[in-house]
Structures are given as structure tokens and as C-alpha cells.
């Protein structure tokens, strides 16, 4: 009997060359689409952070730096009496911080008194100090008291604050401002969907365009805005028919009318060449005034020798077909680095800073 023919082994999937080549050439490709998509995506990042423009200065007469501001003002609120507040002390992931051991604060600035100074504001017992870092601030007044939330009770006669309650819900995972509409009543901005700096980072980088505006009363909480690419300041027309926007990332401000139900439903988007930051409302006029970034990216990789502009506009007539945008002040950093806000009340304006120092200026 002849012996059994022995059969060649079969080759293992995928080990002849011209699989090996194919997956090489596959690999390749995948490669070449990642990179073409980490170029375009940087690329993308770097517009939306208006990493190259300068700016020409445009000064103010009678201006100097507020004294006590040396770490950020980065949103102020001025009562119809004069009395501004400042939130100090940001710190935020990615940013410069010159006080970074230092917990933020709430200070006041009386605009009526001959040389406003700003004092700090003295927090009630059993509010946590040590982790207090404000964000956006917001004023709210009715007939019986001045009102992250953190929800605080101006004490005039004491000069402090009392702490009133703390505000969290899912619907709130990255507030970055608000403005107040009643007691205990506010819109509030998400900047991003999650809270967790990498998935910030991640969302900013791709692009996603899920930052939303929230409603918020103690009997309701609701998302009545969204698909923003990073939704930042808010504020209220002061006859209270419109919510005003920023996108800072898209640069633009969006106008939405508010509805008996607290609804928002879009009007327009103004467009600008520069990231829009906080807004705030001349109550006399319904002007703008909006702290502005020319070059974000200097934001983010803080450089002394070059640090951040500044920019304030003054937006006029935001609900015509052509509003009027004027650059009031500009600076390159060598006077105020990172211009966040600017609030005016009775021919004074103040000019906040995400980290830097803060300008009172007579118009």
C-alpha cells in the first residue's frame, strides 16, 4: 500500500504577500485620513481662536487700573444704584493664573462715591471659601431683597453677602454665566456638554455643536436654546423681550426672544471678527458692551513678552438690519491682557480680565 500523499500546509490567513501588502497599503491610508483629519481639525481650532490677529490700540482719556485687581475680574454687574460686583479669581483649565493658590471672591464698587474703590465682600459662615471659584455674575432686584450656581443676599448695611442656597442639576454641567430674570429665576449658559476638562478639550476640538442656554426656576428646568459651538455670556434687553448670546468660539451673538413660557426661539446672529466673551447692557440705551479676545490662542499659551489683547465693542441697535459695532477700547496686552467684560453705568466704565488687572475709565 503506497504511503498517503502529504499535503502542503496551509498558508495562515493573511501571511501571503499580497495580503501583507494590502494591509500595509490599508494602514497607510488610515493613517493618511487621520492626519489629514488632525490637520484639518487644528487648522479649524486655530480660526475659531483668532490665533493671529493684532489689534491697533485705541485708547481712552481718564482711565487707571483698579487697585486690590491683580488675578482676574472676570464678569461684572452694576445695580441701577451704582453698586458694581467683580468675580474674581477665576481659575479654569488651560489658563494663565497669577494667584493660583489663592481662592476666588466678590468685590464691590461704589460708582457714586467721588474715587470708587473696590472692597471685598465678606462671605456668610458655612459657605466653603477655600474652593469658591466664580465664574459669571448676576444682579437681580424686587421689592423685598437684592439678589453656579451660588445664589447670594446682598446686606447693604454690612457690605457682605449671604450665602442662600447652592443650585445643581444634570441640565447644568458647565455653567459659564447667567443672567437672573427673578428670584431664584435664571438663563444660564453651558459652555460645554461635559464637565470633565479632557472631554471639554475633545468636544472644542471637534467641533460639536451642543452648548446650550438652560432656564432654571425652583418648579422647572428646562433647555431652551442649543446647538451653540461654545455658548459663553448672557444677558436680557432691558425691557426683558430678548436674551443676547455669545458664542465665542463662533464669534457671533445671537438674539432670541423669550416667550411667556421662558421659551427662547432665535431672531438674528450678529457676526464679529473677534471672540465675543461677557455682555452687558446699558439700561439707559439697551446698548452692548462686550469683552472681546482678538487672539485667543494667546488665551490659552500664555506668553508675557507677547500676552493677550484686549477689545471692547459697543454694539447699538442690535435688532435693526444693520447694527452699528464700534471698538471703544483696544489694547495689546501692554496695559490689559484678556478683556472678559465691560459694564457701564453713568458715564463710567469698568473693564473686567479673565487673570489680569481690571480699568475704571470716565467717558
Not at 99 to 116: F, S, T
Not at 256 to 283: A, G, R, W
Request: glycine share 6%.
Amino acid at each position: 500500500m503506497a504511503p498517503p500523499t502529504e499535503l502542503p500546509a496551509r498558508p495562515e490567513r493573511g501571511s501571503a504577500p499580497g495580503f501583507r501588502a494590502m494591509g500595509r497599503l490599508v494602514a497607510v491610508g488610515l493613517l493618511g485620513i487621520a492626519l489629514a483629519l488632525l490637520g484639518e481639525r487644528l487648522l479649524a481650532l486655530r480660526n475659531r481662536l483668532k490665533a493671529s490677529r493684532e489689534v491697533e490700540s485705541v485708547d481712552l482719556p481718564n482711565c487707571h487700573l483698579i487697585k486690590g485687581i491683580e488675578a482676574g475680574s472676570e464678569d461684572i454687574d452694576i445695580l441701577p444704584n451704582g453698586l458694581a460686583f467683580f468675580s474674581v479669581g477665576l481659575k479654569f483649565p488651560g489658563l494663565h493664573s497669577f494667584a493660583p493658590d489663592k481662592p476666588g471672591g466678590i468685590l464691590m464698587m461704589d460708582l457714586k462715591e467721588e474715587k470708587p474703590r473696590a472692597r471685598e465682600l465678606r462671605i456668610s459662615r458655612g459657605f466653603d471659601l477655600a474652593s469658591f471659584n466664580p465664574h459669571g455674575i448676576s444682579t437681580f432686584i424686587d421689592n423685598e431683597f437684592k439678589n453656579t450656581v451660588e445664589i447670594f443676599k446682598f446686606e447693604e448695611a454690612e457690605n457682605s453677602l449671604l450665602h442662600l442656597k447652592t443650585v445643581k442639576h444634570e441640565l447644568l454641567p458647565s455653567v459659564n454665566d447667567i443672567t437672573a430674570v427673578g428670584p431664584a429665576h435664571f438663563y444660564a449658559t453651558n459652555d460645554h456638554y461635559f464637565s470633565d476638562p479632557f472631554l471639554k478639550y475633545l468636544e472644542t476640538y471637534l467641533n460639536l455643536h451642543w452648548a446650550n442656554v438652560v432656564y432654571y426656576s425652583p418648579n422647572e428646568v428646562k433647555v431652551v436654546a442649543e446647538g451653540f459651538d461654545s455658548a459663553n455670556g448672557i444677558n436680557i434687553s432691558p425691557d426683558n423681550k430678548y436674551i443676547y448670546v455669545a458664542d465665542v468660539l463662533a464669534h457671533e451673538i445671537h438674539v432670541l426672544e423669550k416667550h411667556p413660557n421662558m421659551n427662547l426661539t432665535q431672531l438674528k446672529v450678529l457676526e464679529l471678527d473677534t471672540l465675543v466673551d461677557n455682555l452687558s447692557i446699558d439700561p439707559s440705551s439697551g446698548d452692548i458692551w462686550v469683552g472681546c479676545h482678538p487672539n485667543g490662542q494667546k488665551l490659552f499659551v500664555y506668553d508675557p513678552n507677547n500676552p493677550p489683547s484686549s477689545e471692547v465693542l459697543r454694539i447699538q441697535n442690535i435688532l435693526s438690519e444693520k447694527p452699528t459695532v464700534t471698538t471703544v477700547y483696544a489694547n495689546n496686552g501692554s496695559v490689559l491682557q484678556g478683556s472678559s467684560v465691560a459694564s457701564v453705568y453713568d458715564g463710567k466704565l469698568l473693564i473686567g480680565t479673565l487673570y489680569h488687572r481690571a480699568l475704571y475709565c470716565e467717558l
